[in-house]
């Protein structure tokens, strides 16, 4: 007689033993805590007084927690010759029009190469595969002579447009385009008399949902926590990131305050993934998976 598979909330789950999903629930809660303690010792890094900050052997836990680090931040931030307001909206503008122009522009030549035969596009994706070898530090030079002459140089222009040309989000969103838009469905809309980009907007995106919410999270991530700008040369123009790693600079005094600067910094982008986790895990998931 066979084996009756278990069934969970009405769901059909593998056939393991209790014994053996405890095993595996087990070691995910070990690899789940080594993760979780960077986070943690950061934030109660944070809240140590600098008597606690230096202590060796370093404690993971606050004798006498306080807050006096992130009011140390805000009164160097406040003290610097630009507002601190202002060094907030250069990162978040940078980064929320970094992420809108690299989410369209990677998804429509994704799209363009996924499910539009043209001639060289084969040719032209092994270029895009191959820039994946190069640190952005190898074309740093190329990107400087390039931004020069279109006279961009310190200009928030400097952070955006590079990043709607990243590759690495128009491979990953090829690879959603094939794997989850098919040919039928496609067919179907431009017989109803849909146009391109239509179709792409209406159709394709919806379909590959998990691709670029992924995408935003790695483009936003990759913004955020941009430092100093060979490109920007004004303090008006510089990044939150920039701006708290030169006030924290000052040595064992300021060690308190850049405990609290990291948390801040962590925070967002972290906030970012929370909102986005389920589709992210989907991705991972369905990446090596063919129909």
Known sequence: MAKKLRTRN??????????????????????????????????????KPLDELWMFPPRFYVAKPTFNNFKDLFTLMSGSLVPFSRYIFNTVFTSVAGVIGNLFFSSLAA?????????????????????????????????????????????????????????????????FMETNVTDAVLESSRLDGASELKTFWVIAMPMVKPGW????????????????????????????????????????????????????????????FIITQSNIIETMGSSGMKD
């Open 10 to 47: 009405h769901k059909v789950v593998l056939a393991r033993s209790r014994g053996g999903d405890a095993g595996i629930t087990f070691i995910l809660v070990i690899f789940g805590i080594f993760m979780f303690l960077p986070m943690y010792y950061v934030v109660i890094q944070s809240l």
């Open 111 to 175: 799209y363009a190469f996924a499910k539009i035969k043209f001639p060289g596009g084969k040719s032209m994706f092994k270029l895009v595969r191959t820039s994946l070898m190069f640190h952005k530090t190898v074309t740093a030079v190329t990107c400087f002579i390039l931004m020069s002459a279109l006279q961009i140089i310190d200009t928030y222009w400097a952070i955006i447009i590079p990043a709607w040309g990243s590759t690495l989000g128009l491979y990953l969103m090829k690879q």
């Open 213 to 272: 919410l992924t995408l935003i999270v790695y483009s936003f991530q990759d913004l955020w926590n941009a430092g100093a700008s060979i490109y920007i040369h004004s303090e008006q123009l510089k990044s939150l990131n920039y701006a708290i790693q030169q006030i924290t600079a000052g040595g064992i005094k300021r060690a308190g305050a850049s405990a609290a600067a990291t948390v801040i910094m962590m925070l967002v982008p972290i906030s970012v």
